[in-house]
């Protein structure tokens, strides 16, 4: 599975931006999908994931409420919305795929399968 995100860009503190990873290779449908951010001079943090079917969802606690992750597995595509932007949410965000998760709540870097490279979402204050 190769993964290439999009639609970063910038953006003003309580706007909205909404980035796209979209997925090339065979039986997309079948991984569940997560997306990281990392700012500078910080470890990558999990910021939510969406299971193989788009029914089941799961954010970090900081995310909760601001962001949505969906996706369509028709288009191979997977979103994240992200709303009332504030400027620590400044970061490069990735997309990263993983066919069997070790559990249903926060993932780890380590354990996804996938990555694709990054987009910079700047949010200023």
């Known amino acids: 599975v190769q993964l290439q995100a999009s639609g970063g860009g910038l953006v003003q503190a309580g706007g909205s931006l909404r980035l796209s990873c979209a997925a090339s290779?065979?039986?997309?449908?079948?991984?569940?999908m997560a997306w990281f951010r990392q700012a500078p001079g910080k470890e990558r943090e999990f910021v939510g994931r969406?299971?193989?079917?788009?029914?089941?969802?799961y954010y970090a606690d900081s995310m909760k409420g601001r962001f949505t992750i969906s996706r369509d597995n028709t288009k191979n595509t997977v979103y994240l919305q992200m709303n009332s932007l504030k400027p620590e949410d400044t970061a490069v965000y990735y997309c990263?795929?993983?066919?069997?998760?070790?559990?249903?709540?926060?993932?780890?870097?380590?354990?996804?399968?996938?990555w694709g490279k990054g987009t910079l979402v700047t949010v200023s204050s």
């Open positions: 990263a795929a993983v066919l069997r998760p070790y559990t249903s709540g926060v993932l780890t870097p380590s354990e996804m399968n996938y």
């Open positions: 290779g065979r039986l997309f449908s079948s991984y569940h």
């Open positions: 969406i299971d193989w079917s788009g029914t089941s969802t």
